[in-house]
Nanobody
Framework: VQLQASGGGLVQAGGSLRLSCAAS????????MGWFRQALGKEREFVAA????????NYADSVKGRFTISRDNAKNTVYLQMNSLKPEDTAVYYC??????????????????WGEGTQVTVSS
């Protein structure tokens, strides 16, 4: 399974970006998709995750009300709409897939596959 993230870039504070992550290879149904981020000098942290049906969604407290995760299973793609961006959102954003469980996890260890990351930079 390969995950390819895209959509990062440079944006001013208050702006918006939409990240995409396409899964390819031996994908099966039922997998959970998540987004994590890692700022320079900091540990990787959970951002959001979504179940296969989209019926269960979790967000980190720091992004609730500003970010929206969604998915299109026909395209094996998950999205992260990021609004009202802040300088503290600056990080490399990684998408991840969990093919083992159906529980929407917020810990990196639960995810089996990772994309290479896309840089998001928010200027003040």
């Amino acid at each position: 399974v390969q995950l390819q993230a895209s959509g990062g870039g440079l944006v001013q504070a208050g702006g918006s970006l939409r990240l995409s992550c396409a899964a390819s290879g031996r994908t099966t149904s039922g997998y959970v998709m998540g987004w994590f981020r890692q700022a320079l000098g900091k540990e990787r942290e959970f951002v959001a995750a979504i179940s296969w049906s989209g019926g269960t969604i979790n967000y980190a407290d720091s992004v609730k009300g500003r970010f929206t995760i969604s998915r299109d299973n026909a395209k094996n793609t998950v999205y992260l709409q990021m609004n009202s961006l802040k300088p503290e959102d600056t990080a490399v954003y990684y998408c991840a897939a969990d093919f083992t469980r159906t529980v929407v996890a917020d810990t990196a260890l639960e995810y089996d596959y990772w994309g290479e990351g896309t840089q998001v930079t928010v200027s003040s």
